[in-house]
């Protein structure tokens, strides 16, 4: 009798989730728009107004929305986000790459936290105030290089630029437990790149550090800030493996997270931001899971947040500021309507998003 209702509650999740994916529904006496639908509507508000945007986050929206959909369209998009990784990269090798340059920018960038009371910014100053140099090597010279290495290219410099990189052991941060409670999505992101770089491979001594940091057994004392870094630190061990939507995911690579992910999805809506959510329904996505009960529940989530006046998906404090929603917006239209991952663009494969390389990047 258990077996048969469970059975029977799967299977109405399932036709709920095909149903409100694919049609308007009627839900309070109201019509309310599909997944796609809404994912429509958001993706508009975002396109009629991109290029109001930073290169970085233009870039960011447009690489995501090439990469599910194909579209050249988004070709400006992606070259505005070659040139800001050119800069960096520019910058850094021409400009900082001594060890004492490194240390003065690495300063720099840490002295930005001191007046910042916010939580996040309280824990990542006191963490890496012991090893500032990490915003130079992990912020800020790794994801450009990794980014150019994406696209099929690399600095003119790349010699250069990987002689810096070994000159540290990446392995003092990323199994570091105040790093870790600070930075886990972005160490989760760096220690991937790091591998796909084909440099220092540190990403298993990652994961057990990780799981030490943040042992399942202790979640209910966690804040909630430190939960929501948690998950995030989760999902991103996912996305940085699928390189950021390119490739798809085998669940028993990650069974740990995809069974932590499922166990603990009604406390994840609870306590998480919108943007962490849509990332835990696009890693079952990732991973050929569309018709997994955490999908359905983290799209209905999504929806029912949506702004409609704004048409888009609000922050916590309920602003509707297009540049700081960008990051959970773009999610949210992946979530609610899922294409599929594309490595792309590359050089190689599609020339005519790179007619023109912005100075300092090369062909590999």
Request: charged letters at 25%; a neutral charge.
């Amino acid at each position: 009798m258990v077996l048969f209702k469970r059975t029977l509650l799967l299977f109405i999740v399932l036709l709920l989730s095909f149903t409100t994916a694919n049609a308007e529904i009627m839900q309070g006496g109201k019509t309310v728009p599909s997944f796609k639908q809404d994912a429509a509507s958001i993706r508009h508000t975002y396109e009629t107004q991109l290029y109001t945007l930073s290169a970085f986050k233009a870039g960011h929206y447009g690489l995501r929305m090439y990469r599910q959909t194909m579209d050249p369209k988004y070709s400006a998009a992606v070259w505005s986000d070659m040139a800001r990784v050119a800069s960096r990269l520019n910058q850094l090798s021409s400009e900082v790459h001594t060890p004492e340059q490194i240390d003065i920018y690495s300063q720099k960038r840490l002295s930005s936290y001191v007046d910042d009371t916010d939580i996040r910014s309280t824990l990542r100053y006191q963490a890496t105030k012991k090893m500032p140099e990490y915003f130079y090597l992990g912020v800020d010279l790794l994801g450009s290089m990794a980014r150019a290495n994406e696209y099929g290219l690399k600095h003119r410099n790349d010699k250069q630029l990987r002689e810096i990189i070994r000159r540290y052991d990446f392995k003092k941060y990323a199994t570091d437990e105040a790093m870790i409670k600070a930075w886990a999505a972005q160490l989760a992101n760096q220690v991937y790149w790091l591998r796909q770089l084909g440099e220092q491979d540190v990403v298993d001594e990652f994961v057990e550090a990780f799981k030490l940091a943040y042992p399942d057994n202790k979640d209910a004392a966690l804040s909630k800030q430190q939960y929501g870094n948690k998950i995030y630190g989760l999902t991103h061990i996912l996305l940085a493996d699928s390189q950021y939507y390119q490739y798809p995911l085998k669940e028993s690579d990650h069974q740990w997270i995809y069974d932590y992910l499922r166990n603990n999805i009604d406390t994840i809506l609870k306590r998480t931001k919108e943007d962490i959510i849509s990332e835990v329904g696009i890693t079952f996505l990732l991973a050929g899971l569309e018709d997994d009960p955490v999908v359905y529940k983290t799209q209905k989530h999504i929806q029912n947040a949506i702004n409609r006046e704004k048409s888009m998906v609000p922050s916590t404090s309920n602003s509707t500021d297009l540049t700081d929603g960008e990051h959970r917006n773009v999610l949210a239209i992946m979530l609610l309507d899922w294409q599929t991952p594309h490595a792309a663009p590359t050089i190689q494969n599609e020339p005519k998003a790179f007619i023109s390389k912005p100075y300092g990047l090369v062909g590999k």
